[in-house]
């Protein structure tokens, strides 16, 4: 079996109280990443230079905005596969040995994603935080595609399925990119794992704007693919491409 070569991406703007832990994280896999991509997304501290510093490679991108970070982080990545975390992310040692067993047990798989675990709360807060935030997002992104969403913390992404993508997605709307992402990806090519587990910060939670803003997002993201990316197409699809094959093999 050919082994995978897996690219790392962290958008980053101002991240530098942040960023070295995640980087350290990294460092720190089992299984190491080939190549580490920090997109400096127009920082005025010392973002950039800590990224350098850890060896990482700088990508810099003008436009302001998770999407036009992260999909200049996509497209300077070289690996087969491209894994995405963000500053806040702190990876398991085994996290990447995890995303390359997934990938490799199975072709159709055209990505892989996993929770994000609240750290800085107490056990109360952490366990609602992961009822009404995480499980919340996974359970309405899986009504809206028909399969589980992308995470933008722990997900990673086979190069060619978003070299397909890349045109398709709304880079300048104001929109999650990973859930965006998602509705690109082939119908039923998402795994998720509760082994791709990572931990996030909660800074999410602490601003109630802030909140809002990410439910408008959400929102906006299913508004832009319904109805022509909603489930019943999907499935739809699915089924003209089986009678098509089908007659192919008459």
């Known amino acids: 079996?050919?082994?995978?070569?897996?690219?790392?991406?962290?958008?980053?703007?101002?991240?530098?109280?942040?960023?070295?832990?995640?980087?350290?994280?990294?460092?720190?896999?089992?299984?190491?990443?080939?190549e580490v991509v920090v997109v400096d997304n127009g920082s005025t501290d010392d973002t950039a230079r800590l990224a350098a510093a850890a060896g990482a490679r700088v990508v810099h991108?003008?436009?302001?905005?998770?999407?036009?970070?992260?999909?200049?982080?996509?497209?300077?990545?070289?690996?087969?596969?491209?894994?995405?975390?963000?500053?806040?992310?702190?990876?398991?040692?085994?996290?990447?040995?995890?995303?390359?067993?997934?990938l490799a047990a199975d072709p159709a798989c055209?990505?892989?994603?996993?929770?994000?675990?609240?750290?800085?709360?107490?056990?109360?807060?952490?366990?609602?935080?992961?009822?009404?935030?995480?499980?919340?997002?996974?359970?309405?992104?899986?009504?809206?595609?028909?399969?589980?969403?992308l995470f933008g913390s722990a997900f990673a992404v086979r190069r060619d399925a978003w070299e397909a993508a890349r045109d398709a997605v709304h880079r300048d709307a104001d929109v999650?990119?990973?859930?965006?992402?998602?509705?690109?990806?082939?119908?039923?090519?998402?795994?998720?794992?509760d082994g791709l587990a990572v931990s996030i910060s909660a800074r999410p939670l602490r601003s109630p704007g802030s909140m809002g803003l990410r439910l408008a997002r959400g929102w906006r993201s299913v508004v832009l693919h319904w109805p022509e990316r909603a489930p019943w197409r999907a499935a739809q699809q699915r089924v003209d491409d089986w009678r098509a094959a089908r007659r192919r093999a008459r």
């Open 1 to 34: 079996m050919t082994a995978l070569r897996i690219t790392l991406v962290v958008p980053a703007r101002d991240e530098q109280e942040r960023l070295p832990r995640c980087l350290a994280s990294v460092a720190a896999q089992t299984r190491p990443a080939d």
């Open 110 to 149: 055209a990505a892989v994603t996993g929770p994000g675990r609240f750290r800085g709360l107490g056990p109360v807060a952490r366990r609602g935080a992961d009822l009404l935030y995480m499980r919340t997002y996974f359970r309405l992104g899986a009504l809206a595609l028909g399969g589980p969403p």
């Open 61 to 102: 991108e003008g436009v302001p905005g998770i999407w036009p970070a992260a999909a200049a982080g996509y497209d300077a990545a070289t690996g087969d596969v491209i894994a995405r975390v963000d500053a806040d992310t702190v990876l398991p040692p085994g996290w990447l040995a995890r995303v390359e067993e997934l």
């Open 176 to 193: 999650h990119d990973d859930l965006d992402l998602s509705f690109h990806l082939p119908a039923g090519s998402v795994r998720y794992d």
